[in-house]
C-alpha cells in the first residue's frame, strides 16, 4: 500500500469514528428518549352513528339541464354546436355474377387447386380455397373444391357450384389433322335429273363449285408442272450419258 492510500484510509477511520462518538454523546445525553404514548379517547364509545343513505340515485329530468343544452359549457360562443348534415348513403356495390368455367382440378394430399377460366378478363388462374377472384369479380371466394365441381361464395352470403367443363374445343381454321386417315362415303350422286328416290335434290351451291372448280385448276396446273420437270431431268440425264 502506497503512502496516499493509507492517508485516505486513515481519513475515512477517523471520519467514522468520530461520527460514532457523537452518537454515543447522544445517548449520553438522553437525546430520542422523550416519547410516550397519547391517552386512549374517553368519549370513543359515545359517538353517534352516523345514518347512511342506501336509497339509490336517480337522474333529475332532463328538463332540468335546458340551459346547460342551450348554452354549452366548453363552446367559446356559449352556442350549441349545429348537427352535421346526414352523410349521404352509399349504393352498396354492384352485385356481378359469376362468369367462369372450371377447366381443371388438382387434388392431392398436399395440394387442392382449381383451374378457372375468368370469360370477363380472359384470363386463366389458378385459386386455392379460400383465394378470391380477381377483377370485378373479386366478390367470389372459393371455398371449396369437389373431384368435379367447385363452390364459391359470394361476399353476401350467394353460392355457386361450379361444374367441370368438360367441352373439347373444335380444331382451328387452317389446322393439319395428323393421324389415320378415315374414310368418308361419298354423298349420293344425283341421277334422273338431280333427283334421288327418297331425298330432297341435291343443288350444290355456286360458290361451292367455283372453289372445287379453281381447286382442281390449280391440281392440274401443279400436275402439268411435274410432268414437265420430269422430262426436263429425264433428257439432262440422257444428255450426259451422250457425252
Not at 454523546?25 to 352513528?49: C, H, I, M
Not at 387452317?174 to 341435291?202: I, L, S
Request: hydrophobic share 40%; glycine share 6%; aromatic share 4%.
Amino acid at each position: 500500500m502506497n503512502t496516499q492510500a493509507a492517508k485516505l484510509l486513515s481519513a475515512i477511520l477517523a471520519g467514522v469514528c468520530a461520527v460514532l462518538l457523537l452518537l454515543a454523546l447522544a445517548l449520553e445525553l438522553g437525546f430520542g428518549r422523550g416519547y410516550a404514548w397519547l391517552p386512549a379517547d374517553r368519549d370513543a364509545a359515545g359517538v353517534a352513528k352516523v345514518a347512511i343513505d342506501r336509497t339509490s340515485f336517480k337522474l333529475p329530468p332532463e328538463a332540468q339541464f335546458a340551459d346547460t343544452t342551450a348554452r354549452p359549457l366548453f363552446n367559446d360562443d356559449r352556442k350549441p354546436t349545429p348537427d352535421s348534415p346526414d352523410a349521404p348513403d352509399t349504393p352498396p356495390p354492384t352485385k356481378v355474377p359469376l362468369n367462369i368455367a372450371l377447366t381443371g382440378i388438382i387434388l392431392t394430399p398436399q395440394l387442392h387447386l382449381a383451374l378457372v377460366h375468368d370469360k370477363l378478363g380472359n384470363k386463366d388462374l389458378a385459386l386455392k380455397v379460400g383465394m378470391p377472384m380477381a377483377g370485378d369479380q373479386g366478390g367470389w371466394t372459393l371455398t371449396r373444391i369437389n373431384p368435379r365441381s367447385a363452390i364459391f361464395r359470394e361476399t353476401s352470403g350467394d353460392e355457386v357450384e361450379v361444374e367441370l367443363s368438360t367441352a373439347v374445343a373444335g380444331p382451328r381454321p387452317n389446322a393439319t389433322a395428323v393421324g389415320r386417315p378415315v374414310a368418308v362415303a361419298p354423298p349420293p350422286q344425283p341421277v334422273n335429273g338431280g333427283f334421288v328416290p327418297g331425298q330432297p335434290p341435291v343443288v350444290a351451291p355456286p360458290a361451292q363449285n367455283e372453289q372445287a372448280q379453281a381447286l382442281q385448276r390449280r391440281i392440274e396446273e401443279r400436275r402439268a408442272q411435274m410432268r414437265e420437270e420430269a422430262e426436263r431431268l429425264r433428257q439432262q440425264k440422257a444428255e450426259q450419258k451422250q457425252q
